[in-house]
């Protein structure tokens, strides 16, 4: 029964935000928003059975990492009135569950390793970066499918920087329509930049491990590259040029990719 | 020619250029297993030496990536010191002037990164059993003493792949297990340290790092694996890279309110 626990959590959490998408595509949205607190409830509970079991954070892995970002997007997704973005959310978060099936479910085998604070930070950080990319990509797909009606006043343009900046005549507003949508860009664009700064964090301490263990800060190998690629993505999206990076679809690609590729290197390294 | 140098279009395609050669990094670290290892156990400059007529394909690639990223120093030094700094100084604000920083920072993380590859000396894999010693970069010597594994030994008898399952918190104890190591500069005792996993000796830039513990297959006795290395680079390299990261995380909340 009890190593069955990570299959009945994931099982129960599909389950849930199967009938959340379900409600919100017939619009009842009560029942949409009680499946939600209760596949909150569900997946706490899958973290902190992580936490007390393995004694230490989540760290990798298809059950770990999975239960982890699920939370990740569930706490994010507070404040928000969109039901475009709550049904692209439910949906993403039942494709990563749909992901760890495909593995098998169970905690990690222990390393000796995971009692050291570089080693923890660098794991458990990324994870919570792919979370914050996963979100991003989520808010960019909500732009995508929900676009403003007559972009009069929130619209994405070109900062004076050189850098592709959003301005909006009432940023932080929650109102449905034009402006929203420009603030869900540059909201979009700040969690993409926070999943940075904790994802360069993760690698820092990486650094540091890879330094008190192999004596370099960095080494040629599978997991660099991948690592590297990932932060990349997110300079590509920070840096976009005017032409192309005024169109929804391509702006929403590149924008999705760090989330999407934190995706592919969790469950597939 | 500068206008050019510092556009953001040469950025993005640029990027993508490094997209695409990272992504044939992880292909090529499948084919070519060897050639990674090779570039992990000595300076890549050196590496690249022999690398040409050995294993042109890695080596070709290793040259573009070097191209690619220089571009990038050269493009995001053109940037900042044109069109970033000026609009820091126009406006004033204190998240443009975050913004310009945050780009100086990346640089010198960049220069440190291509640095690394050709500065400083390593010496990887090296056995040391007790009584074994060794001299380095001319004025350096490393002794050790004594080898103390405290942990069932059948573990270090296994294949490596095997050894994973049974290297669990309870079994090993990195604390109890350490390589009396002695340095010496110019027959000097200048550092002696109880050098156990993940806590290397450090003296000024030079460190000696345990990478694992072995058994002799001849004798049965215990001995470790280690990297000898000496970058001053690094403590530099930890300082900017954690600026930058301050800076990035002072920079959010600021474009996040404005």
């Given amino acids: 029964m009890v190593e ?8 129960a959490m599909f389950l849930i935000f199967l009938i959340e998408l379900v409600c919100r595509l017939a619009k009842k949205y009560r029942t949409a928003g009680v499946a939600r607190i209760l596949g909150i409830g569900v997946c706490l509970f899958g973290v ?16 770990e990492a999975g239960s982890y970002i699920i939370l990740i997007l569930l706490l994010l997704s507070a404040g928000n009135r969109r039901n475009t973005f709550f049904l692209i959310n439910a949906s993403v978060i039942l494709g990563i569950l749909v992901l760890q099936f495909a593995h098998p479910l169970g905690m990690n085998e222990d390393y000796y390793m995971y009692n050291n604070i570089w080693v923890i930070l660098f794991f458990n950080l990324r994870l919570t970066a792919a979370g914050l990319f996963v979100h991003a990509a989520v808010l960019y797909l909500t732009y995508f499918f929900d676009p403003p009606d007559q972009p009069k006043s929130g619209h994405p343009c070109l900062g004076e920087t050189g850098t592709t900046q959003i301005r909006t005549s009432e940023a932080g507003t929650t109102n449905i329509g034009p402006t929203d949508n420009g603030s869900l860009l540059k909201k979009a664009r700040v969690r993409t930049l926070t999943g940075a700064a904790v994802y360069l964090c993760s690698e820092w301490s990486g650094s540091l491990w ?18 590297s690629l990932l932060f990349l993505l997110v300079m590509l999206t920070c840096h976009l040029p005017p032409v192309p990076g005024r169109k929804r679809l391509f702006r929403t690609i590149l924008g999705s990719c760090p989330g999407i590729f934190a995706l592919w290197m969790i469950f597939f390294h | 020619m500068i206008q050019k140098l510092s556009s953001l279009k040469l950025t993005f395609y640029n990027l993508i250029l490094m997209v695409f050669l990272l992504g044939t990094g992880v292909v090529l670290s499948r084919v070519y297993p ?3 290892d090779a570039m992990n156990k000595i300076l890549v400059i050196e590496w690249l030496k022999t690398a040409w007529s050995e294993t042109p394909v890695p ?4 040259v573009l990536l070097c191209l690619s990223a220089g571009l990038l120093f050269v493009n995001a030094l053109c940037c900042t010191l044109t069109r970033q700094i000026q609009t820091a100084v126009r406006s004033g604000r204190i998240e443009k002037w975050l913004f310009f920083v945050l780009h100086c920072l990346f640089i010198m993380v960049l220069v440190c990164h291509g640095l690394i590859l050709v500065k400083g000396h390593k010496q990887s894999h090296l056995s040391f059993f007790p009584g074994d010693g060794i001299g380095f970069k001319d004025r350096y010597r490393i002794e050790v003493s004594d080898v103390v594994f405290t942990d069932d030994v059948q573990i270090l008898k296994m294949k490596k792949k095997e050894q ?3 290297m669990t918190r309870e079994n090993i104890h990195p604390k109890k297990n350490f390589a009396q190591v002695s340095l010496y500069e110019d027959t000097r005792l200048v550092e002696n340290k109880r050098v156990i996993m993940l806590s290397p000796l450090r003296y000024g830039s030079v460190q000696v790092t345990v990478t694992r513990f072995v058994v002799d297959p001849k004798d049965g006795r215990i001995g470790v694996k280690m990297t000898i290395t000496d970058n001053p680079l690094n403590m530099l390299f930890f300082v900017i890279y954690g600026l930058m990261i301050l800076c990035l995380g002072l920079y959010i909340p600021l474009i996040a309110e404005s």
């Fill in chain 1, 4 to 11: 069955n626990i990570p299959g009945i959590i994931v099982q």
């Fill in chain 1, 48 to 63: 902190l059975y992580i936490v007390f079991t393995a004694k230490r954070p989540p760290l990798f892995g298809p059950f």
């Fill in chain 1, 210 to 227: 890879c330094l008190n263990w192999f004596g370099d800060s960095w080494q040629w190998s599978n997991g660099f590259f991948k690592a």
């Fill in chain 2, 34 to 36: 060897q050639v990674f």
């Fill in chain 2, 59 to 62: 080596a070709l690639w290793f």
């Fill in chain 2, 164 to 166: 994973r399952a049974f």
